[in-house]
């Protein structure tokens, strides 16, 4: 396994780390990403998104809270957020991408069953600024490929829809969760068609890194919420694909929880640990939250607003991952040579 180092600020601490300080360089390449995010409350950190200088801002889906069918509605909350000052200058200088969630999909914990998911989609890529000619618009799902060819390296993003063609999820049979894993083998997150393209592209990929980005939880399975541990057979598809192309510097940006957190799993015949870097909320936490089972956690949970930071080096095939709250104070950090 590939160097991993962890650090982390003096927040209230679900358990102890050993605290590494790291030293760094001017970035290769920066990615900021975020989730859950209100335009009606204080958006506090948009001024250390850009003081941060990205590359690129991807969002991790909550982008707006709407939980509505009427597009119009939903339009106008999206037109609210673009207005928000802090946002609308990072509009301005910085690159966006992202995917979406539940609450600006439309209908909470939803799925394939959402009826206006083609009007919302349609409204989503007005959100991320798609031209109205692109593709896109004609297929089902927001999934989307970004590629990024640097001079020292080439980096992948691959936006995911954990929505759109998402099936059932299973009640808990107890008052401890909301929902419990599916029988292995029964229904998909991705579905059929998103399958195969991320199947085309892993297997074409020239990237130093493939970045994944996911709205819900990819390794975190024990909390009862949703995440892809309601699909345990799709979480193994992942990593045996994964295997498969040989994808170089895989690892997954996910959001939803309103905690943050650094999850990592050492995956047979992958000749690297793969992260889940959990950013959630940009504008509300669990401000209540006192533990849950995570099996691959490494470090602290962060229950304070902030947003997750990838800074590259691409001479060292190292990226730092950072979560940043308010006046850019650094809440968590691990550091990943691939």
Known sequence: MLGLLVAFSACKTVKPVETTVT?????????????????????????????????????????????TDNMQQLRAIYAAQDNVPGYKKLKETVPVIGTWDDHDYGLNDGGVEFKAKKESE?????????AKDSPRRQREGV?????????KAKVKVLVLDTRYFRTALTPATDNKRRVQPNVYGEGTILGEEQWKWLTEELNNSEADFNILISSVQYLSNKHGFEGWGNFPHEVDKLKKLLVKTKAKGAMILSGDRHISEFSVDTVK???????????????????????????????????????????FDFDTKTVIFKMIGDNGKVLGELKQTY
């Open 23 to 67: 030293t760094e360089t001017k970035p290769d390449f920066t990615i900021a990403f975020g989730s859950c995010n209100k335009h009606d409350e204080v958006n506090p950190l948009w001024d250390d998104v850009l003081a941060a200088n990205p590359n690129l801002w991807i969002w991790g889906g909550d982008n707006i809270y709407a939980d």
């Open 122 to 130: 349609q409204e989503f890529l007005d959100f991320m600024d798609v």
């Open 143 to 151: 999934y989307a490929v970004h590629n990024y060819n640097l001079p």
């Open 269 to 311: 015949d992958l000749n690297y640990p793969l992260v889940d870097f959990t950013s959630s909320g940009l504008t509300h936490t669990y401000t209540g939250f006192s533990g849950e089972e995570n099996p691959y956690r490494v470090g602290e949970v962060v229950f304070v607003k902030s947003f997750g930071l990838l800074n």
